[in-house]
């Protein structure tokens, strides 16, 4: 079993900064893809940006030159650093890995989500 865990939301005013955490643990053999979506309200959720284990990365239109992704590959950790946030960051901000278990499965696993608020 894999799990994982986010931290960092909470609420900032427009123009604020905020950096989310997310740790992968468990029966991980490695991990490949890591990374955020979102979902805002009434909204489906979308990506943010994503992360491989190479270093090739992926970031929304709507975050890019705002927001960093980064990662600590041998914590198994991924970092998303926010900055110049606006009220249109508002979401629940999930954490995803694509995770090859010690017993040799490939699955896609998801954090329980963490509240980002932005104010006007």
């Known amino acids: 079993q894999v799990q994982l865990v986010e931290s960092g939301g909470g609420l900032v005013q427009a123009g604020g900064s905020l950096r989310l955490s997310c740790a992968a643990s468990?029966?991980?053999?490695?991990?490949?893809?890591m990374g955020w979506y979102r979902q805002g309200p009434g909204k489906q959720r979308e990506l943010v940006a994503i992360?491989?284990?190479?270093?090739?990365?992926n970031y929304a239109d709507s975050v890019k030159g705002r927001f960093t992704i980064s990662r600590d590959n041998a914590k198994n950790t991924v970092y998303l650093q926010m900055s110049s946030l606006k009220p249109e960051d508002t979401a629940v901000y999930y954490c995803?890995?694509?995770?090859?278990?010690?017993?040799?499965?490939?699955?896609?696993?998801w954090g329980q989500g963490t509240q980002v608020t932005v104010s006007t």
């Open positions: 995803n890995a694509h995770v090859q278990t010690t017993d040799s499965l490939y699955n896609v696993y």
């Open positions: 468990g029966s991980i053999f490695s991990v490949n893809v």
């Open positions: 992360k491989a284990n190479g270093g090739s990365t």
